[in-house]
């Protein structure tokens, strides 16, 4: 898969691109990620990329010319079909299904604005969507370009060294992940839930399951709200709930 960004800053993309899973993609041949400068598609001698807005008022808007000269740049990098996305805290909310959506694309191109924004002529013309990664406002729509990538670059096949552990994460089938344990020379195996020594894993995978609903329902009841348990979950989840109505320490 191939992501351009066209931003102020594409060392910051570069730089957080090449680290952990997502470093380890592109040294895998699974992804790539490009940055691209919309001041160096300015014309002027000040190599401008933004003017103040008609009508007045506070703040400076990126300036449509060397955002489109940029991106058309971008566009011709590859022949591969791109899908276009401004960053915005007034687009849809990224979620692990539009995630998982995305990183089935073979090209992305990510737009970061700056200041108030863009010239909403270039992205009536130019956007396919707009993303927002929370309902807060950044200065800039870098972090936010890092965000997908991140979570778009772990899903490449091959980029997790263990294919599974994206399969357990929350929000995949709707549901928060259980919680971990690992060893501790300090504390050694103390509060740890006795089933995961057993070694029965047919009862590991039980317990986890449980948690996963029990967490769901204690943290995002939201998101409980919206999937549809079969028996053996609706089961799970009322002795999780039995037990955690009995009081602290009788959790399962
Ligand atoms: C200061 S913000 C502009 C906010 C804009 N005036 C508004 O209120 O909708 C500058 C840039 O940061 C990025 N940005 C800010 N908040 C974001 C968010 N929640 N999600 C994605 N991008 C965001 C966008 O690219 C935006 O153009």
């Known amino acids: 898969m ?6 102020l800053f594409p060392d910051f993309i570069r730089d957080s691109a090449a680290l952990g899973v ?14 691209w400068n919309p001041r160096d598609y300015a014309t002027d001698n000040y190599r401008r990329v933004d003017d103040r807005p008609f009508g007045g008022g506070p703040g400076m808007v990126m ?4 955002l489109s000269a940029c991106l058309a740049a971008a566009r011709a990098a590859d022949p591969a079909p791109a899908r276009v996305i401004y960053l915005s ?5 990224l979620t692990q299904a539009k995630v998982r959506e995305l990183a089935a694309r073979p090209r992305l191109i990510l737009l970061c604005g700056r200041y108030e924004g863009l010239d909403e002529r270039f ?45 357990q994460d929350s929000f995949e089938d709707g549901l928060l992940d259980c919680p971990h344990f690992t060893r501790s020379d300090l504390a050694g ?15 590991i995978a039980r317990w986890r399951r449980q948690q996963s609903l029990g967490r ?7 998101l409980l709200a919206r999937v549809t348990l079969g028996k053996a979950d609706r089961a799970l989840l009322e002795a999780f709930i039995a037990q955690w109505r009995a009081g602290p320490g009788a959790g399962p």
């Open 63 to 66: 300036l449509a010319e060397p």
């Open 189 to 203: 195996t103390e509060g740890v839930p006795p089933v995961l020594l057993s070694g029965d894993h047919a009862a």
């Open 123 to 167: 992205i009536a013309r130019e956007v396919d969507e707009e993303l927002s990664i929370g309902d807060y406002v950044l200065s800039g729509g870098e972090l936010a370009a890092a965000v997908v990538i991140d979570a778009v670059g772990r899903l490449q096949e091959g980029a997790l060294n263990h294919a599974d552990s994206a399969v």
């Open 216 to 222: 769901t329902w204690l943290r995002r009841p939201d």
């Open 2 to 7: 191939r992501i351009d960004v066209v931003t």
């Open 89 to 93: 805290p007034q687009g849809e909310r």
């Open 22 to 35: 997502v470093g380890r993609a592109q040294e895998r041949g699974l992804l790539s990620v490009h940055g």
